[in-house]
């Protein structure tokens, strides 16, 4: 008991997996006896030797002619040999045929080759006669016969333990007689949710009370790592809650995570439990941020894990410790995390002694990847859907400079996009994006114009959707271009969109009705394109009704609930929750909503010049300009003029 | 029914998708609701929009005291501000707690802000006396809070129609409340074995017949596209029966899969039923080498494929046909065959008018892919563990030359390996490939010696294990390297390991006393060095007795029957398949197997100077030079001497 309660010491990063082997040893828990179907995708825990030879007989690789080699020696075109036909042997045919000399035999593909035949000839370089068959090409022994055993012999070697049991390997095992092998059993992960003021999504939610979501994470990755997982109900803040409910979670799996103790009162209850377990907790504190609280504790040779409540810093220690514990108790080879190396785009503060990980969006450039920090704290969750990795600031380091080096954790799952694009949402684009041969590459995320253009200019994204209008001039997007100073890039003409007033019942064509008529009205988020027509006509109102801006803005209910889509808004509406926002007509007719049109606004696309390379963006521009312009031209809200496709450099 | 039976026209690869979707819509089959962990890794088949906003509260981001900003303004470590202290609020608490001016309230990370505060101080800078917290640092407006619908509003667009049900997404759509979603529904795909020579996994072979093994491959890639796949017990080669069971296949599955017809008869019959489907046979042959025997037939709007039977013809045709097909039946983003770019190494004949896919094992040098083709004719079941890919030479070309680069199909699970091990097989150098960091970057494959060198010659290795004896000087390895010309190689000498005669239970110390006693000896491969000291104690023996080396090998029983790894003859022994081997001591002592030595020999690694700067290589020779020598010392079998280790520059 000499090592136990190691306790409020903070473990570097990298000794939390050598800390828990101390106690632990991390090697599969144990093999299972699976049939041939149930073990694909899984780990082999013993060699597989092969019982019988492959092919298990001497075959025809060919349709054609079974001979003895020597009586078609110098058989040509023009001087053919002609053997006497004594026997056919389909496939499947387990007779032995015998065949003499001047004699041949037919055989199919597959078929048993003839007794003492030693070579076949293809059915093309033949002409069969009543009872004799004429053979124009001489064939070398051992031509077109695939002999038993000559491509695996009885006892060979097929796969090692450690294999994991690919589709291929599947078909090479059965192909020998193998029916049924041993792998590695899954590991079972129980989630124990803590907390009272966890709910279950689908439950009621009180104001102080979130939904539980980090147990779907830790299922979710548990499940695609191929264990066992199960999300137990919560456990209420009560000391016996707790400890009973994480003993019967001990008590059915290998792993037990709980989540969060993000409350004093939670804390103590979850760790009192962990402490009184045998040997106990192991680790309590981690010189990483975020993710430090992490806790894990042993009982006999089960673990529990004490993950970090935050979004990101839950799913990074899923990554950093949970995803390699899981692979290496399934006997896994790929059981380490994964590491790519990236551009540091902007300069990045480190935390001198604890290794930083910071949020990123990974975007690929002239054959580098860059990683771009997300923006906003770890509370956030929506950044879950986004998140590529984790770029990381080693612990010696004050900081990492623009354009270093450096390397980031990627999610188990990730996959590189080719292509971000970012910027305005448009029905039209999101179809010709689900269309392009390279979708699957193509990431694309709403986040109005404004923020679009930003990210081009930064280099995240790839290419921007905008519709931003200038009031000054009446022109759209291109003085946004200037203002904003982008360089390097092109801008591509698109369709013109109608955009209006969009309402379940009450018709409304100003913003004046809507604030007389005691509608709730939903926005758009600042930065988008349909914002800046939102305010510019509120301005226009406050002008003609002589009040200001501020004034009118505060009478309009509903003016600080902003959503970034014209979808989102057209859904609020047809449920009720909102009586009227400005989207643009397409989404009010898909949601079968009344629609007064304010007018035709223009959506461009905005493309780096360096993306222009891509493949996906060049199919995406393709599509835009032929596929886009065929929709536009045909939907009903949305219209095609001359200058579609123009570009303008800047 | 004008387009029925388009038959015995080819078709050309890049037209069969299309020429499906003139008949059968390639969308998605319907979707089914789901609750959020069945959903994991499935496709969403609708939008899917926040009904709460996230965070539902305003809440703390930290642990502190909630506080109205402008009561701390300046407050600073020398000059503390004082507030009275009227609660405290913890996480999960729903109750709204109220302070006035001059006021503050504790509150844990994720506790309701009380109202009016707008900011939260950090513990870390205040100090609590009874009643009263000093508060030593000012906080702006907003600071700390988390405001209710900031992250995510109600009625946002979270995720949409065709996005992949990630763990992280699970995780988003919990937070929000979303307990089902509604996914795309797995393909049904049922495989139907036909073929009079088929049996299955388990079942006893006559001569003549075969295991079928493609039906593993079908089943397992459809599995591992979330599919769900069926294997059907064969159908004897007669019409009704073939009849019956495509027909009740197609009754309960939407794709159905048939293999080979490499028999005419049984040809016939497949095609027969598939001829009387309505619309039926659509597609009979592509323009493509290997597998041209494909064959597409329609039943409404179900589909049945046959497939051909070789193995790599059969994955071939999987990769290039039922995967995609599989993919956008179930609306998965993901749904082209992948392809990468790669060196041709060796000049490569097309087939102009075809297109060409040549099976290849794909090797990473110098930030290049090169396809070196693999050997052997399509009927090799082995080659399913090896190949990578397929090189495409395209239609319209009679060969690519060498240096060319090429489009290589890889498998959807492909994963580059960063280094190949190819050559002689070693237990102990295996363990040492399981320890790496990198193990699962590493490819080992047992070819023997001597194919290992040409390997590395060829640029296939980057590292392979020789242990090949030159009889005239008694030297290991460094006169092969030298006789067959390899250059810009490095030989890291390498352990020294215990060769012998392997039995059950007559001692045996020589051929003679084989051949006397009769047993029953297995062989090694040809090219392996323990094949080459094989032959070497024969020549001698021979010599000894006077007879023809010739002459002594035909006596031997067994001779011509060869196997791959020590492993394999050690096994083949202990299981009385064979009586005598020569293996290494490990591989006897491992099964319990009487062992006579011979003598040692050194294994050496030979390592491509192109390949030093691999980390997965560097990793490998340091885990050969510390963990190997280590075991080899430590094992029987094994031995090491001072020359360990040292390295010669060729």
């Known amino acids: 008991m000499a090592e136990r309660k190691i306790y409020r010491k903070l473990v570097a990063v990298d000794d939390v997996l050598p800390t828990i082997e101390k106690y632990v040893p991390l090697e599969p828990l144990g093999e299972v006896e699976a ?12 060699n597989v030797y092969a019982p019988t030879n492959y092919p298990p007989y001497t075959r025809s690789l060919v349709d054609g002619y079974a001979v003895i080699s020597e009586d078609v020696a110098g058989a040509y075109e023009d001087r053919p040999k002609e053997l006497k036909l004594v026997g056919t042997v389909k496939t499947g045919e387990t007779v032995l045929l015998r065949i003499g000399r001047g004699e041949c035999a037919g055989v199919s593909t597959g078929a048993v080759l003839p007794y003492p035949a030693d070579a076949v000839v293809p059915v093309e370089y033949t002409h069969a006669r009543p009872g004799v068959v004429e ?4 064939v070398a022994k051992g ?17 090692w333990r450690g294999d994991i049991v690919t589709p291929s390997l599947a078909a090479l095992l059965a192909a020998v007689g193998v029916s049924r092998v041993h792998v590695f059993r899954p590991v079972r992960v129980g989630v124990v949710p803590t907390g009272n003021e966890l709910r279950e999504p689908g439950e009621r939610l009180e104001y102080g009370q979130v939904y539980d979501s980090n147990s779907y994470l830790v299922y979710g990755v548990a499940r695609m790592l191929g264990a066992d997982a199960r999300i137990y109900p919560r456990a209420p803040d009560v000391l ?32 009192r439990v962990l402490s009184s377990l045998d040997p106990g907790l192991i680790i309590h504190g981690v010189k990483q941020r975020p993710g430090r609280p992490l806790a894990v504790a042993v009982h006999g040779r089960k673990l529990v894990l004490g993950l970090p409540g935050f979004p990101l810093s839950c799913l990074l220690s899923i990554n950093l410790y949970l995803a390699p514990l899981i692979a290496k108790l399934q006997g896994a080879r790929a059981h380490e995390s994964r590491y790519i190396e990236a551009v540091v785009p902007v300069p990045m503060r480190g935390d001198p002694g604890s290794r930083v990980f910071v949020p990123c969006v990974i975007v690929e450039r002239g054959g580098n990847y860059t990683a771009f920090p997300l923006a906003g704290h770890s509370g956030r969750v929506s950044a879950l859907h986004l998140v590529d990795g984790y770029l990381v600031i080693p612990e010696s380091d004050e900081s990492l400079p623009s354009g270093s080096r450096a390397r980031v954790l990627v999610s188990p799952f990730w996959r590189p996009f080719e292509a971000n694009v ?33 990210a081009v200019k930064s280099g995240v994204a790839d290419v921007a959707g905008t519709h931003l209008l200038d009031p000054e001039t009446g022109e759209y997007n291109t003085p946004f271009l200037k203002s904003l100073g982008l360089e390097g890039v092109v801008l591509v003409r698109g369709y013109l969109r109608e955009q209006g007033f969009v309402y379940r019942e009450d018709s409304v064509s100003s913003f004046s009705e809507v ?36 004034e009118l803005r505060e009478r309009l209910q509903g003016y600080t609930w902003e959503v970034k889509t014209h979808e989102a808004v057209a859904y609020l509406v047809a449920r009720g929750v909102a009586d009227v926002g400005v989207a643009i007509r397409y989404a009010a007719e898909r949601y079968g909503l009344g629609f007064t049109p304010i007018g035709f606004e223009r959506y461009d696309l905005v493309v780096r010049k360096d993306s222009l390379g891509k493949q996906a963006v060049r199919e995406l521009l393709d599509g835009f300009c032929s596929e886009g312009r065929r929709r536009a031209s045909e939907t009903r809200g949305y219209a095609v003029d001359s200058a579609m496709c123009e570009t303008l450099e800047f």
Chains 1, 2 share one sequence.
Do not use: W
Not at 35 to 46: F, M
């Open 515 to 550: 604030i007389e008529k005691g509608l709730k009205f939903v926005n758009r988020n600042a930065g988008s394109g349909t914002r800046a027509l939102i305010d510019h006509l509120l301005k226009a109102e406050a002008g003609r009704l002589g009040v200001g801006f501020e």
């Open 422 to 454: 970012i910027g305005s949402h448009d029905p039209l684009l999101q179809e010709v994006v689900a269309g392009l041969r390279s979708r699957d590459r193509v990431r694309l995320v709403s986040t109005g114009s404004l923020a679009g253009l930003q």
């Open 240 to 271: 016996e809650e707790v400890e009973e409910a994480i003993h019967r979670a001990l008590g059915e799996n290998d792993i037990v995570v709980t989540i969060g103790g993000t409350s004093a009162g939670e804390e103590d209850l979850v760790y």
């Open 135 to 138: 053979i124009y090409r001489s």
């Open 35 to 46: 049939s041939l179907q149930e073990a694909v995708g899984r780990v082999l825990s013993r």
């Open 143 to 159: 031509e077109n016969v695939d002999p038993a055993g000559s491509d695996i012999a009885e006892g060979e070697v097929l796969a």
